[in-house]
């Protein structure tokens, strides 16, 4: 840790006129999730069942072997269809016959039909003081010692919408003829909450007479302007305040 901040310090005081004014070492809070999903594969609807949707649209249909004599096919292959259409929701056994549920009519608009997938599991990082979530997993440091908490840090689970979101960009995938959609979320665990340790640095550039703040984010390796405009916004008066005093001294 030692020789990150005397690192940093150099790179940060190259320009003669840019000082440090304090550094502080902290640890910033970041929750980690376990995510069940689901997934739905998505592909042009095939002429067939295209074909048959529209004959429960037009007629009172309600066996398959009728379904086949019309179409001259084999009635086992119609019957397996009917189920699956059954199972996705896309038809259901009415009074007279079979009929188009809502769901239905919408893919035969659209022309699309969408078949389960297995669920899947993945593991999101969340933190509160970003309001961002991450499909890397956050690691436990190196032990470097103990530090004290982010002053700004808040409490605040995890939320479901941003996690489908998050999933929907970065799991879905387009492949010759279908897709692979990420269609919602199951259930999620909170797993455990690690510690980054961050280092601040209080600067001061005497030539155009401002105060900033710079943090070095463990986790990521990069400087965190997110942090650093929080930093700011809180305390740029105080450390004002604190330099007149000292120059008044």
């Not at 956050?138 to 002053?151: D, H, I, K, Q, V």
């Not at 340790?197 to 600067?203: D, G, T, V």
Request: with cysteine.
């Amino acid at each position: 840790m030692e020789k990150l901040i005397k690192k940093l310090s150099s790179d940060l005081t190259q320009n003669q006129d840019v000082s440090i004014q304090k550094s502080l070492v902290w640890q910033l809070p970041i929750i980690s999730y376990e995510v069940s999903y689901d997934r739905v594969k998505r592909l042009k609807m095939d002429i067939l069942m295209k074909m048959l949707l529209f004959a429960f649209q037009q007629s009172e249909i309600r066996r398959a072997a009728v379904l086949a004599d019309m179409l001259s096919v084999e009635e086992l292959f119609v019957s397996d269809l009917i189920d699956k259409m059954q199972r996705t929701g896309l038809v259901l056994l009415g009074k007279k016959g079979y009929v188009l549920t809502p769901k239905g009519h919408d893919y035969l608009d659209k022309g699309i039909f969408e078949e389960a997938l297995d669920g899947e599991q993945t593991v999101i990082s969340y933190s509160a003081a970003h309001d961002t979530y991450s499909l890397n997993e956050t690691e436990s440091p190196a032990n470097e010692g103990e530090f004290p908490l982010y002053r700004f840090a808040v409490e605040k689970d995890g939320e479901e919408a941003p996690m489908l979101e998050l999933l929907a960009n970065e799991r879905s995938s387009t492949e010759e003829g279908f897709q692979i959609l990420v269609s919602g979320i199951e259930d999620f665990e909170e797993l455990e909450t690690v510690f980054i340790p961050c280092i601040e640095f209080q600067m001061y550039d005497r030539k155009q007479d401002i105060l900033f703040a710079r943090v070095w984010n463990i986790g990521t390796g990069a400087w965190d302007e997110k942090l650093e405009q929080q930093i700011e916004e809180r305390e740029l008066v105080e450390w004002r305040e604190a330099m007149k005093a000292e120059v008044v001294e």
